[in-house]
């Protein structure tokens, strides 16, 4: 079971979704961090600081320099940032930064009638916090 404070270093290193489409256009090949932070779009100090830490398959050359396999680095970075699964009473708290069961949770629909969503709130922090449940738009 991990500390609170290696959760919260693992979380920086958690990519948004522009990040997540840059990494699969790396190639089978070594990137030294730099490059590697370049091509996905974050600052290199995220590799030394999270990504090896925390087990980021790397090679060390003979003077020490960090080199990542750019196929082996989206391999991993899929295994430790799954997809989180919601349960149906459930959302997203992004002040926590993690799932929730909502409290004092309300069926609304939007003003056009084409979305359906749960609104509730935080039990730990009392954001209020919306959940799509139905999606119409677009149907006729």
Known sequence: MMDTKEEVRLLRGRLDGSQK????????????????????????????????????????DDRRHIWINGKKFRAWIESTYKKLKLKSDQGYCRTCDKAVKLVDAELKTTKNGDTDYLLGDCPYCGRTIPRIVANRRGQV
Do not use: Q, T
Not at 27 to 51: C, H, Q, T, W
């Open 21 to 60: 489409n840059r990494m699969r256009k790396l190639f089978d090949m070594m990137y030294r961090p730099s490059e590697l932070a370049k091509e996905i779009g974050f600052n290199k100090r995220l590799v030394y600081e999270v990504y090896v830490p925390n087990g980021c398959p790397h090679e060390r």
